[in-house]
Each structure stands twice: as C-alpha cells, then as structure tokens.
C-alpha cells in the first residue's frame, strides 16, 4: 500500500518542481530555475533509470526503456527541463496504470473471510465453542440454523434443508437427515443438526477451495501490456534513429532531442487513459471491472463458459405447474396450498405464495398453522384442513390422500410438494429452476461480437443442464462437476490456445473464474459476495445482457487505445526525423511531444463514451 501511494505522489512531485522551476525562473532568472529542475530530475528521475535498467537486464524490454534513456541522457548533459518533463509523463501514466491494477490477493481474503470461524462442539452433553481451525475428524458438533456446516461431515441428529447452491449449483435446498453426509460451506436453513466430523476443516471442501483459487490466480500467467507490445519494434526504431543522428552531426544534444520526442508517452498514456474511461463507461451500466488488465483481456475472449444455476438460471425454485386431483382445479388447489404456506419458514413456501400471487389469486389467512421444520405445514383456511409438505409429512397428517396423491407423482421424479385437503388429495405442486428470459438473446449477441464457441458447465445434475443446453442453443454441455473440475476445464481450454470468458455466480465458480483469461461473477444475485471477489468483472444488474455489453465496451476501449497509440507513435516518428536533422532541439521536441500527449489523451478519452 505504502508503495502504492508513492507512485501516485511521483508525478505530483514532478509537477511540483517544474512549477518551483518556473516561478524561480520568472523571479529570479535561469540559475534558481536550472536547480529546481536538476533537483527534481536527479531526485525522481534517478530512481525511474535505476527500476527500467534492472528490468532490462532481467529481459524485460517494455515501452519504459526510450523513457529512461532520455532521462539519463538529460541528466548526463545538464539539461534538467526536458528530462523532467518525461518523468512527469513516465511517472503519470504509471501512476494511472496503478489505480487500475489488479489487487488479486482480495478474491482469497474474501473467500476466507467467508469461511466458519466458530463451531460448537458437543462435549457429554454440553456445548463448547472452539474455532474451526481446531476441529478434529471425530468431533461431535452443532450446527445451528442459519449456520454454516463447519467441515465435511456426517449428519448423526436432526432433520433440516441445507443450501448447497453455493457449492454444488443445485438450486432446491436438500433434506438431510441422520446419515446424510454434508459438505463445509453449506447452510443449514432450518432444524438444529448434530453431526460428526469426517475430517478437519483445514481438509474440508470448502478449505480446497479456497487453496484452488489462490492457486489458479499465482499460476495465471500476466497479461502483456498492449504499449509493451508496441514498444518491442518502436524502441528499436528509436535507437536506430539516434545512431543516425549521431552519425549525421556527432553531437549529443540531437541524440537527446530524439529520445525526448521519441519518448513513448502516446504508449504510456493512451491505454491506461482508454482503460479507465473504458471502467468508468462499464460502470455506468453497473459492469464493474476489477482492474484494467481485465478490459484489455476481454477484448479478445473468443470463448464463453457458463455455470447453470443462478447464472443461466433464475437460481431459485418456482412452481412450474399444477397437477390437480379429480375433482380439483389446479387454482383452487394453489389457493389453498398457498394460504397455510403463508404460515411458513420455507424457502418453497415463497415460492407457492409467489405462484398464487402471478395468478391473482386470494389466499385467505390461516388458522391453527403448525409446521414440521423442513418437512411441511398444516392448517386451517376457511374451516379446511390443508396440509402441504413432502410426501411422508402429508400422508402422515391425512392418511386417506396416499393412493390420490402416488398417481399424481406418476412421471414426476423431481422436486415436488403435495397438497392435501380434509384427508383427500388436492394436487401436486412441481417446481423447476427455469432459464431467464434475456438468456437466448444475449447468447447470440455474443455470437455476434465474435464469441466462436459457448460452453455449459454445471454442478448440477447432467440430466438438468443439458435441457437448459437444448433450450439456449448451447451444444456442449457437461453436468455433475465439482468445483476443481470446472477449473481444470479452464485450464484444458486455456491450454488449447483459447481466451476464456467465464461466468460464474456461486462459491463452487470461484476456482474457475480465477483460472479464466476473464473471470464474470453475477454479483447481484447470491454470490455471497465470494464469486464476485474471485472474479474480474463482476455486474451489479441481475441481468445476462450486460455480459456482451462487457466485451463490446472492453472492444470498443481497446480499439480506440490502438488508435491513439497508432496515431501518437506516427506524430512521434515524425518529431524523431526532425529532430535527427538538427531542427528540433530538446526542449522544443519535449514542448512537442507535450502537444502529441494531449492529442493522444483526447483521443483516448472518448472510450468514456
């Protein structure tokens, strides 16, 4: 951080000594002024020469190298203006490329941040917390409502619904009961669960995760600057030019005009100006990239891979249809089914309610409401007796309705509620996790922007994510992922030679969003804030549309950055020849090159637009 702030001092510094520089010159004449300026070159400008050297000998030839040889030829003439005036612009573009630098280390933060801290270990009878570092394999814990599951484990009393969308991509909570083996990271919804610990939480799911993140991103290879790709034939140019000046007049004070008009500000300055009205123009359409690194690499994503639930998918179950009894109207059925679940803590009850609601339909207030946590709930509407629930709940609470109720399930293996009503059966509720509906036409606009190949990975079950494929045009598709897994398909497609945009929303994404040439988190809806801290961009609208609005932008961006830096490197090419002949000497070439820094700055800021 410290480091941070001093390179956004430096070029306020440099600004500073040219300023003190003029003033002394306009009070005082050229002697004050000539030691402001060599105080701040040799001050500022030292440092500059030293750090581009080093990278030099260590390979690293980037468009700073023109920029410190003009430094250093000012210093070695005495001739302090011109060389402060290209370490006000070296130090003022690295200054901007900092603020949009990546701070990788937060996805990693975060996701520990998230991880449970405190568990509740059950000692002969009596509660203990202890931190969850210190959970052994064995270890009788509590989980309460609300909580999260500690560390991998094995349920041995209680019965509730878990949400494990988070970490497997199924969007229906699951109902566990003794037996039912549990991952760390999922969250008890409702009954207090006692369970025993398969292995410590430094072992755990959620713990791999985490180490799969901090591992993807370490291995992620950087991205090269698009100046740095310029300068690796303009920098030749230049030296070449200063050989011929030298030749032509045997004079030093040319070879310094030339590297100060041929110093690279158009490739200093152009892309990190382009990129930051590039981030400010995504912003305001709640597209938020994480850093500039991001925008570039996002112009050139030629392939785009999905998780399913909550990305492709609405994330939560509704009531995708009615199946009444004989006798029954699937809106009177829905009616009723929706008033005692009004009584309910439920997340389906939401859901139920939410389906008579779309239907205008008039759910009176329940009487005598009594809920089996995670199982179901009874009562009373309009002197009715209404049970709703899972199987064994209502068949147990109206024994008469089992015969109606099994033909109803005839063909009907997923998640299901059954509805029945004074001992007879009333209907069946089913739900589904449906698609959103800008889902086809964001898909093809991709296409359009250039998106060759469009890939589907899910932890949810094969069966589901290949009909979300079928419905959205999507022909390769692969289910039953875990979370490494979903990053090694990454890692296989990066290895091919592709350039990975992966969308993501939930906790099981985070691994593959970091090993992605451009890791997208939904961050509107039930990330958790995790996947959004794991990724590069993160969109703020609940909204697929905006997902080639982010290339387009990072295309436009990166297109007019090419045009500034195209346009600035021909004026500076120009300034160069000029000055070889003797007819720009350096202060006139850095006044010049000032003039071609502007034009550059003003070109590139239309990428705000």
Not at 38 to 53: D, I, K, M, S
Not at 245 to 253: E, Q
Not at 352 to 375: C, M, N, S
């Amino acid at each position: 951080m410290i480091r941070g702030r001093v390179a956004e001092l430096r070029p306020v510094a440099a600004l500073g000594f040219l300023a003190a520089g003029l003033v002394a010159l306009a009070a005082a004449g050229g002697r004050p002024a000539h030691a402001w300026w060599t105080a701040g070159l040799w001050l500022l400008g030292v440092p500059l020469v030293l750090r581009t050297l080093w990278g030099a000998l260590h390979g690293r030839f980037a468009a700073d190298l023109v920029a410190a040889l003009a430094v250093l030829a000012a210093i070695l003439l005495e001739q302090p203006l011109p060389g402060l005036v290209v370490v006000l612009m070296q130090t003022g573009g690295e200054a901007l490329e900092r603020r949009a630098a990546a701070r990788a280390t937060r996805a990693v933060e975060a996701l520990e941040a998230e991880a449970p801290r405190i568990a509740h270990r059950v000692v002969a009878g009596r509660v203990d917390d202890l931190a969850a570092d210190a959970i052994a394999a064995g270890d009788v814990l509590l989980v309460r409502p609300g909580e999260l599951v500690p560390c991998d484990a094995v349920v041995t009393e209680g019965r509730s619904h878990v949400d494990r969308a988070q970490l497997h991509g199924e969007p229906v909570p699951e109902r566990v009961g003794p037996g039912a083996e549990l991952r760390s990271g999922a969250r008890n919804l409702e009954g207090a669960l006692t369970i025993r610990a398969l292995r410590p939480a430094a072992e755990s799911t959620y713990a791999q995760i985490v180490r799969l993140v901090r591992s993807a991103q370490a291995s992620k290879a950087p991205l090269q600057r698009v100046a740095d790709r310029y300068a690796s034939w303009f920098t030749p140019l230049t030296l070449a030019t200063c050989a011929v000046a030298w030749a032509l007049s045997d004079d030093p004070g040319r070879v310094l005009a030339v590297l100060v008009v041929a110093t690279p500000c158009p490739l200093i300055l152009a892309a990190p100006v382009a990129v930051i009205g590039g981030i400010d123009r995504a912003a305001r359409r709640q597209v938020i990239f994480r850093h500039g690194g991001a925008l570039e690499a996002i112009s050139s994503v030629d392939t785009a891979v999905f998780d399913k639930t909550g990305t492709l998918t609405v994330g939560r179950p509704e009531v995708a249809s009615v199946r009444p009894a004989p006798g029954w109207t699937s809106d009177e059925a829905l009616r009723l089914a929706a008033a005692v679940e009004e009584g309910s803590g439920h997340p389906l009850a939401r859901s139920v309610t939410a389906a008579a609601r779309a239907r205008g339909l008039d759910a009176p207030f329940p009487d005598e409401i009594r809920e089996a946590a995670g199982q179901g709930v009874r009562g009373r509407v309009g002197g009715r007796v209404v049970a709703v629930g899972s199987p064994g709940f209502v068949r147990g609470e109206m024994p008469g309705a089992g015969a109606g109720l099994a033909a109803l399930h005839d063909g009907h293996p997923g998640l299901t509620a059954d509805v029945a009503v004074d001992g007879e059966a009333a209907a069946l509720l089913v739900f589904a996790d449906h698609p959103r509906p800008e889902l086809r036409a964001s898909l093809d606009r991709l296409g359009r922007l250039g998106i060759r190949d469009v890939i589907l990975l899910s932890g949810d079950h094969t069966a589901n994510a290949a009909a979300l494929a079928a419905e959205a045009g999507i022909t390769r598709v692969q289910g039953d992922l875990l979370p490494q897994e979903k990053a090694a398909r990454v890692r296989d497609l990066t290895a091919e030679g592709r350039r990975v945009l992966m969308v993501g929303d939930g906790t099981n994404d985070a691994p593959a969003l970091s090993a992605a040439a451009v890791g997208m988190a939904l961050g509107g809806h039930g990330s958790g804030g995790i996947a959004a801290e794991a990724a590069d961009v993160v969109l703020l609208a609940d909204d697929l549309a905006r997902i080639p609005e982010a290339v387009a932008i990072g295309r436009d961006t990166m297109r007019i950055a090419r045009q500034s830096i195209v346009a600035g490197l021909g004026l500076s090419a120009a300034g160069m020849v000029f000055a070889a002949l003797g007819y720009l000497p350096p202060t006139a070439g850095a006044l010049a090159q000032e003039a071609i820094d502007l034009a550059v700055i003003l070109n590139a800021l239309r990428a705000a637009r």
